[in-house]
């Protein structure tokens, strides 16, 4: 295992995942997982340092089909239109991997750093990833947080079809267009964003464009999106759910609406909810400090 500045890649679960491991190495772990195509860099550096700062030692990853972690493309793309239909006539839906399978990659990037025990945070899919870890090694799991994710049960009211379309929205033929793909990528995070905290235009350009130039694999998208369909209802898995749990959840969330987090809340025993009024399905400057210390917990406090 090498590391340069944090950053590594690791063998887990026979799987090559891009690690980032920032704070001290003595400090109480926790793993941060994100969403759906999402690279471990949208854990925003700012907000990962508050969490520094409370003496936490903060590993980031890419999930497996993002970032720069392991492609796999030899499965090929899938059909999307083909997979909502199975999804919504409740016929099982094929995927190449599962949520399950990328639980078990967190896992075993946490044993490959020495880590028996660790807080869990999950971002929408990763979220949901967070609950099989949580589900399925619970005296491994410290603390769990759950932020702008979902049981999946199918009764949640779902986004909306301009929500749906913009999240679909067909790529030009052709490759990689760097402007194009930035401008997609604007156009889809002001629609889910948080209209009470909206970034600066010239920074949230330029997030998106190192973004884009880390890594680009639309076809990982695909399969990860299915992998999350094929996952279905969580909610029988949730009982088995014995960590602290801490829910936060944006008032004016259209990708997952709120009502997904006040399910969680009556799914998981003992688990507490913040909803936060104006925020989106994102992570907003303005909220890092208040994120970090919902995250962190109680008796954590900046060093």
Request: with cysteine; glycine share 10%; proline share 7%.
């Amino acid at each position: 295992m090498s590391r340069l500045g944090g950053a590594m890649q690791l063998a887990a679960n026979g799987v090559t995942i891009e690690v980032d491991d920032q704070g001290p190495l003595d400090g109480p772990p926790l793993l941060l997982l994100m969403g759906l195509g999402m690279q471990l860099t949208a854990w925003p550096a700012g907000m990962v340092a508050l969490l520094v700062a409370r003496g936490l030692r903060v590993i980031r990853i890419d999930n497996r089909d993002a970032g720069l972690s392991q492609r796999f493309d030899a499965e090929g793309t899938p059909n999307l239109a083909g997979a909502a239909l199975r999804y919504f006539l409740h016929l099982r839906v094929p995927t190449a991997y599962t949520l399950a399978d990328m639980a078990e990659d967190a896992w075993a990037v946490l044993d490959a750093l020495g880590i028996a025990r660790a807080q869990v945070c999950g971002a929408s899919m990763g979220g949901m990833i967070a609950q099989h870890m949580a589900a399925r090694q619970p005296g491994r799991v410290a603390r769990l947080n759950l932020l702008m994710t979902s049981s999946g049960a199918r009764s949640l009211p779902q986004p909306s079809l301009k929500v749906r379309a913009a999240l679909l929205e067909r790529r030009p033929a052709g490759g990689l267009d760097v402007d194009a793909e930035v401008a997609r990528l604007t156009r889809l995070f002001t629609l889910i964003g948080s209209p009470a905290f909206r970034p600066d235009p010239v920074e949230f350009k330029s997030r998106l464009t190192a973004s884009v130039l880390r890594a680009w694999h639309p076809s990982g998208v695909a399969r990860q999106l299915i992998a999350v369909a094929a996952d279905g209802d969580r909610s029988s898995l949730l009982a088995h759910i014995i960590a602290p749990t801490h829910i936060v959840h944006g008032d004016a969330d259209p990708l997952v609406p709120v009502a997904a987090a006040h399910d969680l809340r009556a799914k998981i025993a003992g688990a507490t909810l913040e909803v936060i009024e104006g925020m989106g399905h994102d992570l907003p400057a303005a909220l890092w400090p208040r994120l970090a210390a919902a995250i962190a917990g109680p008796g954590s406090a900046p060093g």
